[in-house]
Every structure is written in structure tokens, then in C-alpha cells.
């Protein structure tokens, strides 16, 4: 974990860094998939830190769920093939940190994308975690991903492992209270 990835302040003078992101998740053939808003924390040359409430209703994925009012913290890489968020309930309690595997991040102006590509790693607070998505990623790979996209994307999971194991994931940079970025990440 890079220093700046647990400072949670903006860049001093420069308020670009505290006005609201769009997020646009891309799916590998370009479509738009998920897209939400948020708050933009902190950017430097290699990351971007960013909040935002899930709006939508309750999502049961089998080993979490996700209740409309959870609060994420998200780290989006410009130079790794995966992006963190560290999800925590309305009330403060940490589920765990959702990591998607994915073309390393690009933003422009109020936009940030990612390209998915189908891994993702779910860690529960107690550091266990659990692959996901790897069937589909083995169906891609063998049909539509080059050979960089399966390096990259092997990479990026293997990292994040790494970084489970190591406990070196990145968290939220304060103690107490989730305080939230609001419904429209304000």
C-alpha cells in the first residue's frame, strides 16, 4: 500500500479533487454496464480515490449483500489491472473489499472507466476471500481476450492475493463513523 493510497485528503489547491465523478464500468466490448456517481477524495499520478452510497435496492451475491445506503470506498489504479472498494454498511460495520479485475482505470474531465474483465476477488473483513467469475474469465480468454488482456488480468489477481494475504489492502483513511458522501455524492 502506497502512502497516498490511506490519505483521504484532496490534493491541497486544487478543487477539481472534491467535486462529484461519474464511474462507468465498461464491459470488454465496450458497452456500458454499471454507471454511478460519487465523490472524487484524492487523485495522484498512479490512483484515484473516490466514495459513493449504492442507491439501488438490496443485492444478494450469495457471500455478501449489498443494502441500498452502503457506503464504498473505491480506489481506482492508472497503471494496475484491478480496482478496490471497501464496502461498509449504513451503520459503519466493514463487509468486506469487492475487487474487480480490469484494463487499468482512465479518467477524463468528471469520468472515470474501467474495462471488466470478468474476475473479481471478494475479501471478507476477516481476510479470508474467494475468486469469482473465473468460468466466465476461462470462456473470454479462450475467445475474445488477447494475450496481454489474460496477462494483465492473471497479474492483477495474483496482486490482489498478494496483497490479501499480506494484509495490505487498501482501507478507508480514518477511524469512527462512515460518513457519507450523501445520495448524490455530494
Given at each position: ?14 478543487d ?9 464500468k ?23 480515490f ?34 478496490v ?10 463487509k ?8 487499468p ?82
Amino acid at each position: 500500500m502506497t502512502a497516498s493510497e490511506t490519505h483521504g485528503a484532496p490534493i491541497s489547491g486544487d478543487d477539481n479533487h472534491t467535486r462529484p465523478l461519474v464511474v462507468q464500468k465498461l464491459m470488454f466490448d465496450g458497452s456500458k454496464s454499471y454507471r454511478w456517481v460519487g465523490r472524487e477524495i484524492q487523485r495522484d499520478d498512479d490512483h484515484l480515490f473516490f466514495t459513493a452510497v449504492f442507491e439501488r435496492d438490496g443485492r444478494d451475491l450469495g457471500y455478501v449483500r449489498f443494502e441500498k445506503g452502503d457506503v464504498f470506498y473505491e480506489w481506482y489504479y492508472f497503471d494496475r489491472w484491478y480496482n478496490v472498494f471497501q464496502v461498509y454498511s449504513k451503520d459503519g460495520a466493514l463487509k468486506g473489499w469487492y475487487c474487480n479485475v480490469t484494463h487499468p482505470a482512465k479518467v477524463d474531465d468528471a469520468e472515470l472507466t474501467f474495462v471488466d474483465l470478468a474476475l473479481d476477488l471478494w475479501v471478507w473483513p476477516d481476510m479470508r476471500y474467494l475468486v469469482l467469475d473465473e468460468d466466465e474469465f476461462a470462456e473470454l480468454e479462450a475467445s475474445t481476450y488477447s494475450a496481454e488482456d489474460v496477462q494483465g488480468a492473471r497479474q492483477g489477481l495474483a496482486e490482489l492475493i498478494e496483497r490479501t494475504e499480506a494484509g495490505t489492502l487498501p482501507s478507508r483513511p480514518f477511524v469512527g463513523p462512515v460518513p457519507p458522501p450523501g445520495p448524490t455524492g455530494g
